[in-house]
């Protein structure tokens, strides 16, 4: 479902989202609480498991506060790490109506 | 970084997946049958075909599949690897190198020479090996009837989409694979220690069909978790011929921070296809360069068409072994890779970076710069502390200690073991024993010998000349071998080792050695010499080297050398590098080339000769002694010689020698240095008087000013006098005869 842009925040991710940059992207998830978010991603050259759960955590609360939590432009980077650990986000993927 | 870069690194790996190839069906050749080398093999052609796929360079990853076809027969006990396979595979080697070199450099490679090795190839792993070869084979014919011969010519071949582990197809059923299914669960510390779960998953992906499933069971809501804390767990399966071992060994240094279980699923079973019946829902991804992804700049990525793959949904892993090369593109994530990789370290036992060789130049002069100043600021101290003890002495002491340990590790980096050269003339003697008809084996010696980088260059052009020379023209054939009472294959050897600060590369063969009449003949009638000079066989020898003989028309009507060696000559005395030939006739010939290792820091005895400071290379005196006037004696008009502990030495006055000074000065007013020299014997060097013994930064004269005759290089002194560096044997070769001025045309000529 594609998100109401006006309502949402983006959430620009780091080229590298690794260990030391799991904490930094909890802050400003947790910053974000109670806003649609609108996560790009289309910078990410590297990315860790650990930043993945953060974010997979992310998509669950959003979810469970009735919140939109999309994913507007990823890069291949992001999506071969998240295919090759078995994390699927093609749910997560806003998609044009 | 962009895609040249990327493809620039592809390359340089290249050559070492090369070297590696060369390196292990070498040993196979000598009877090594250790399984790691024969997967060292393996994986040398399936990194190059893995990355050249990613490349689009068709025709490399196509001549690749079929090698690694046949390497993957030997590698599963279905191809004994006889001495008549490893020559098809070693040519095999030799194709690949130039199917590179094509990719890299442009040009051609010969298409019927590679034909007709994939024909060989695939022959091999069909069983259709030569009789000795099949004779060994316990069940030679798997693998064959899926072996995909006609791959080379198919312009539809897609390289990425293949693995090797699928050569098999499904009517195979002797390449039933086993299947693994493995629980991994990361604690926390696995990711504080800087490993990285993608990381090791990715690394396990490279064995084989790999399907995967990720559980979110434990991931608490987002205010809730810690995010260093591991809450993921996987359950992989994957179908691999590597065995539990090799699986294991991807969580080599992960083991004691995760949960690890790995069970075999098909124990016991005759099942179909592996991963077939698996529990898990596999998340579906792209196959192609998989790698890449988890370490390219975006934007480096975004340039790979095969990308848009995602959508083809398959739910098998494959990755290409071109992952190898993953570890160069990001600092961080080599090391992780690099930890993780048990193959990597399999393969090479320290952990290596890539710096621009321009880069180390500019380190190295600077710490040149650096020991000068160092030296200039230590004389400036000694000079100006009446006492000799204080605590800037003591401070400059330590100084002194740290550069020189900064300026070993410096000039380390650029060292390199003659090894890759030496691997090359591998190939140059299996060619010309081909062309040639001769049986040829090459011995190596001293492989890991050090020398600097530029050098290693250089040396490989005179060295492939040389090698050239002596398997054409050097060994006989073999009939003429057994009828001399030889064995019919010749013997070329090539050794390296470091000699009185220089490295001393040898080159010898078991052949005919040089007939010397005939080379006399030759100077006689390109009037090189006169019909009556009287020349020692030494002096014979050595006409080969002049250009003379290169020039000529029917040299090769010589049964010895003569082709083009003074071209060697010439690129040796470029490199600073003398070359001597001595050859015994029925034996063979040995050339021996001394180069110096250039841009190493020298320990030398500062001495003065005429007024001038020159430094002798330490590791060429023998000891230094006062002559008495009662142990110097003449010689005829000219020589004289001390006695020395009851044998006569010769009394060279270096200020002579290098006409500092028009006379000969008196030994007994000066210090006499003993040296060896190269070429063998002792000299007793006359010079003025010692200054002390230092250690100095070579600065070559050839580049900065021109060459001198007699002299090797340059030097800073402390205190800012430039000293001359005295080329010992050069001196020692003028004091037998040999006029410097000569020695000096023939370099620059």
């Not at chain 2, 024969?38 to 490349?55: C, D, L, M, Q």
């Not at chain 2, 008549?84 to 030799?94: H, I, N, Q, R």
């Not at chain 2, 068409?305 to 090369?325: C, F, H, K, M, W």
Request: proline letters at 4%; one cysteine or more.
């Amino acid at each position: 479902m594609a998100p109401k842009k006006s309502a949402s925040k983006i959430l620009s991710l780091a080229p590298v989202l690794d260990l030391n940059e799991a904490t930094t992207l909890h802050g400003k998830l947790m910053g974000l609480r109670g806003s649609n978010i609108v996560v790009d991603a289309s910078a990410v050259e590297r990315v860790g498991a650990l930043c993945i759960q953060v974010l997979m955590a992310g998509a669950k609360s959003w979810e469970e506060d009735k919140q939109s939590f999309t994913f507007s432009k990823v890069s291949d980077a992001f999506t071969k790490t998240t295919q090759l650990i078995g994390v699927n986000i093609d749910h997560l993927i806003a998609k044009e109506i | 970084m962009d895609m040249n870069e990327i493809k620039e690194i592809f390359f340089q790996e290249c050559e070492e997946q090369l070297a590696e190839l060369e390196s292990g069906l070498l040993r196979l050749n000598d009877g090594d049958r250790d399984p790691e080398t024969v997967n060292a093999v393996f994986r040398a052609v399936h990194s190059i075909k893995g990355g050249a796929g990613a490349f689009g360079l068709d025709d490399l990853v196509s001549f690749a599949h079929v090698f690694e076809t046949t390497l993957d027969c030997v590698r599963s006990n279905k191809l004994e690897p006889t001495q008549d396979v490893l020559k098809v595979m070693l040519k095999s080697a030799d194709v690949l190198a130039d199917l590179t070199n094509v990719a890299r450099d442009g040009g051609s490679v010969d298409q019927a020479r590679s034909a007709q090795l994939i024909r060989e190839l695939d022959a091999l792993a069909k069983g259709e090996a030569p009789p000795q070869a099949a004779a060994v084979v316990a069940a030679p014919k798997p693998v064959a009837a899926a072996t995909p011969a006609p791959v080379a010519n198919d312009q539809g071949f897609m390289p990425v989409a293949f693995s090797f582990d699928d050569f098999g197809g499904e009517d195979e059923p002797l390449m039933e694979i086993p299947v693994y299914e493995i629980t991994f669960k990361p604690k926390s510390e696995l990711y504080s220690k800087g490993n990285e779960a993608a990381l090791l998953l990715r690394d396990l992906s490279r064995l084989g069909e790999m399907s995967i499933h990720c559980n979110m069971d434990d991931l608490p809501p987002l205010d809730q978790m810690d995010p260093e804390t591991a809450y993921f767990s996987w359950k992989v399966s994957i179908k691999t011929d590597k065995g539990e071992d090799a699986i294991r060994s991807v969580f080599e240094f992960a083991e004691w921070d995760c949960e690890l279980d790995i069970s075999s699923v098909d124990s016991g079973e005759d099942s179909g296809p592996a991963g077939d019946e698996l529990p898990m829902q596999p998340v579906p991804f792209d196959l192609s360069a998989l790698d890449d992804e988890l370490e390219v700049p975006l934007g480096v990525v975004e340039e790979e068409e095969q990308i848009a793959a995602a959508e083809t949904a398959s739910n098998v892993v494959q990755l290409s072994a071109a992952t190898a090369r993953g570890a160069d593109k990001g600092a961080a994530a080599a090391v992780a890779a690099a930890q993780n990789n048990a193959q990597q370290a399999a393969s090479a036992a320290a952990q290596t970076i890539r710096v621009d060789l321009d880069r180390v130049d500019r380190l190295i002069n600077l710490v040149g710069e650096l020991v000068i100043n160092q030296a200039m600021l230590s004389q400036s101290v000694i000079e100006n502390d009446s006492n000799g003890v204080s605590s800037i002495n003591m401070g400059l002491e330590e100084l002194q200690q740290l550069t020189r340990e900064i300026q070993d590790s410096v000039m380390a980096i650029r060292a390199q073991p003659v090894k890759p050269v030496f691997q090359r003339m591998a190939r140059t003697v299996r060619e010309i024993a081909d062309i040639t008809g001769k049986s040829v084996r090459l011995v190596t010696e001293g492989e890991n010998t050090e020398v600097d980088k530029t050098v290693i260059d250089k040396l490989a052009e005179p060295l492939t000349h040389m090698i050239r020379n002596a398997v054409d023209h050097g060994l006989e054939m073999p009939e003429k071998r057994l009828a001399a009472g030889k064995s019919a294959e010749g013997t070329v050897k090539l050794t390296a080792k470091h000699r009185s600060g220089r490295i001393v590369i040898e080159l010898s063969d078991d052949g005919a050695g040089i007939n010397r009449e005939k080379v006399r003949q030759k100077a006689i009638d390109n009037d090189l010499i006169a019909a009556d000079a009287n020349l020692s066989d030494e002096e014979i020898d050595n006409l080969i080297f002049h250009a003379g003989f290169s020039t000529a028309d029917k040299v090769s009507d010589l049964s010895g050398r003569g082709v083009g060696m003074d071209v060697v000559k010439r690129s040796i005395q470029a490199l600073g590098g003398r070359i001597n030939i001595s050859s015994r006739p029925g034996h063979g010939s040995v050339f021996t080339m001394s180069l110096p290792l250039t841009l190493a820091v020298l320990d030398g005895m500062v001495v003065t000769v005429a007024g001038q400071t020159l430094v002798v290379p330490l590791t060429a005196i023998v000891e230094t002694l006062q002559p008495d006037a009662a142990a110097v004696h003449s010689f005829g008009a000219t020589q004289r010689l001390i006695s020395i502990r009851n044998s006569f030495c010769p009394l060279v006055d270096v200020g002579r020698i290098l006409n500092f000074r028009a006379t000969q000065a008196n030994p007994v007013e000066g210090v006499a240095l003993l040296v060896e020299s190269e070429g063998g014997g002792q000299r007793a060097l006359m010079v003025d008087a010692i200054q002390g013994q230092r250690q100095v930064v070579i600065k070559s004269l050839e580049a900065n000013y021109t060459h001198v005759p007699g002299i090797a290089a340059a030097t800073i002194l402390g205190d800012g006098r430039v000293a001359l560096i005295l080329d010992v044997d050069a001196v020692v070769s003028a004091s037998r005869g040999n006029p410097l001025h000569l020695e000096s045309l023939a370099a620059a000529g």
